[in-house]
């Protein structure tokens, strides 16, 4: 797979006659190993080394109920009490990362209210907080250390 601009970590991978995959440690199984999933993993580390979140705060490739439809987010990063604190967006590395994307993670939004929004192709990072009143996302350099 292909280097990504996000620290480096040691992942269980094995390969079968149904191709490679990777241990994801929060639905604790091993999981398809595409782009995609190679960006969402080493996102999770990230936020867990890094950003120091509890991986029981961590939730993986959920639906989401937006509009009557079903939808299926990245990753959530929930407070202790049940609120969202952020919502990642993971694109494979060959996806840009264009307005589309931003819509994308705006609709989940708009039945989560979460703190921040993060988007990656595992290359770019894009990092926004939500301004409710003004109904818009505001770019910031990174996500904070995580505080419960």
Known sequence: MKALRLPPANFR???TEKGRFIFDPIRKKFVSLQPEEWVRQHIIHWLQEYKNVPASL???EK???IAGTSKRYDIVVFF???RVNIIVECKAPQI??????FDQIA???LTT????LMVSNGMEHY???????NQRYDFIPDLPEYHS
Do not use: H, W
């Not at 990092?127 to 009143?133: A, I, Q, S, V």
């Open 13 to 15: 991978v094995k390969s």
């Open 58 to 60: 961590i939730n993986v």
């Open 63 to 65: 639906q989401l109920l």
């Open 80 to 82: 202790p009490d049940g």
């Open 96 to 101: 840009p990362i264009d307005q589309s994307v």
């Open 107 to 109: 609709r989940y939004n």
């Open 113 to 116: 209210d979460a703190s921040y």
């Open 127 to 133: 990092f926004c907080t939500m301004d409710y009143e």
